[in-house]
């Protein structure tokens, strides 16, 4: 019984050996075909199934039973698929991928109008690869490359520079734009000397004809044949204008011209309300002190640029004068009527004994003004370097009017009124009348005593 079991145990043993002596390990090596760089996580599928993908090396290895051949298959992104039989006893495969085939598209453009470059030779050559197209009407041409690979552009057109580009393909299709510049463009800017400041509708003439204005850039394309000579003149308003003649070299691409701006003669006249002229008088401009009126209230400025300006006119016993003119195209004479400067003044109303006489009415070249306040006082602003009419009326008390006049130049100024109590014929009729009768009763009261007494004495007489 045991013999027997022992020849069991040995049977299996020996089957086993037999199968694993049949195994076989299959070393699968993916690598790119024109670089032979190995590829990375590309997958592997054996009859059908997928099984894996390949490590950083490029490599897996895959175990089977090797009693038949396998179907292998490897995929990976931006190569064609490889698919090949491997015999049952092999141990190692050697896969060369193709890359794929990619789209590589290129749009040309004016770059000037931004419309497409029609006719334009386009040459791309790579590592066994070369080949041109003619842009067509949409100014576009394809080329089937491969992916992953570098490419050398070169770009020909009629009438424009030439380019030379490289283009990097990736796993996918790509398209790529570029600007072509015409050999004879020549951009004209225009800006303002002063602060460097685009000049836009300025006029540009080439050789006496107008070629056309500045956008708001202070700019003009223009189309020039090179290696010629050629006049410009620019012109703007309120600038002096630009003449010269210039030579284009083949690589002059940009020509800046910087205006000046025009200057104007501008006189100011400075007078008072009475039109006389005011000598000595301030003129700002801008802020900045410029000079002083002569004798005739007037000062001249003779070349400011054209612009805005504020001016300003300033005198002692004067309001400011302020005006903000733009200086353009011809001179200016300015006449500035300053208004005379306002005092403070105070009206003051008081009796003979200098007590305040209140709510008296206060009234200025026939305009009533106010009415005094408890300290006999009415505040007021009037123009200086004038006489004015006072007049103040009271209850009770005699009106008064004076003649107050304000010296040019004064802040404050008070006006003095001394009222006089009023004295009325009536009352005094009326006291007189009051005293006599309290005279007229004190005699007859007088009297009656005295009749009184008379009567008793006579009494006593008789009675004797």
């Not at 390949?54 to 292998?72: C, M, P, R």
């Not at 080949?131 to 070169?154: I, R």
């Not at 007590?355 to 007021?380: E, F, R, W, Y």
């Amino acid at each position: 019984m045991k013999n027997r079991r022992l020849i069991i145990a040995l049977l299996i043993s020996c089957v086993l050996l037999c199968c694993t002596a049949q195994a076989v390990t299959l070393r699968i090596s993916v690598v790119d075909e024109q670089t032979d760089d190995a590829l990375v996580d590309a997958s592997i599928y054996v009859d059908g199934d997928y099984v894996g993908t390949t490590a950083s090396d490029g490599t897996y290895s895959y175990v089977h039973s090797g009693k038949k051949d396998l179907y292998l298959k490897v995929v990976r992104k931006g190569y064609r698929n490889w698919v090949e039989y491997v015999d049952y006893d092999a141990t190692r495969v050697e896969v060369d991928m193709v890359r794929e085939d990619e789209t590589l598209t290129f749009e040309l453009y004016d770059a000037a109008t931004l419309k497409p470059v029609v006719g334009a030779v386009v040459r791309v050559e790579g590592t066994d690869y070369s080949d041109s197209e003619v842009t067509g009407s949409s100014g576009n041409v394809n080329f089937p490359v491969k992916a992953g690979e570098l490419y050398n552009v070169e770009i020909r057109a009629s009438g424009y520079y030439d380019l030379s580009k490289t283009v990097q393909m990736e796993n996918s299709d790509r398209v790529v734009q570029y600007w072509l510049f015409s050999n004879d463009l020549l951009a004209i800017q225009v800006r303002d000397a002063g602060t460097l400041a685009p000049l836009k509708g300025a006029e540009v003439y080439i050789d006496n004809t107008r070629t056309g204005v500045t956008d708001a850039d202070g700019r003009l394309p223009l189309h020039l044949e090179r290696a010629k000579r050629y006049s410009f003149r620019v012109t703007a308003p309120d600038y002096q204008p630009y003449q010269e003649s210039r030579y284009l070299e083949v690589d002059d691409v940009l020509f800046t011209v910087d205006l000046s701006k025009s200057a104007y003669p501008v006189s100011i006249t400075a007078f008072d309300e009475a039109t006389k002229p005011i000598a000595g008088a301030e003129v700002y401009l801008n802020g900045t002190l410029k000079g002083k009126t002569s004798q005739y209230g007037r000062f001249m400025l003779s070349d400011i640029h054209a612009g805005t300006y504020e001016i300003v006119v300033r005198a002692s016993g004067y309001q400011d004068w302020s005006e903000t003119r733009q200086i353009s195209g011809q001179g200016e004479d300015i006449v500035a009527e300053l208004g005379y400067d306002r005092a403070s003044v105070t009206i003051r109303a008081k009796d003979p004994d200098q007590k305040a006489v209140a709510n008296a009415v206060v009234v200025i070249d026939g305009q009533v003004i106010g009415v005094t306040d408890s300290q006999g006082c009415l505040n007021t602003a009037l123009v200086t370097n004038k006489a004015y009419a006072v007049t103040a009326a009271c209850e009770g008390y005699r009106n008064i009017s004076v003649d107050a006049e304000i010296p040019l130049g004064t802040a404050e100024f008070t006006v003095p009124l001394v009222m006089e109590k009023d004295f009325n014929v009536w009352v005094l009729v009326a006291g007189v009348g009051v005293v006599a009768a309290i005279l007229l009763g004190a005699v007859m009261v007088v009297r009656r005593r005295r009749a009184g007494r008379n009567r008793g004495k006579s009494r006593g007489r008789d009675s004797l």
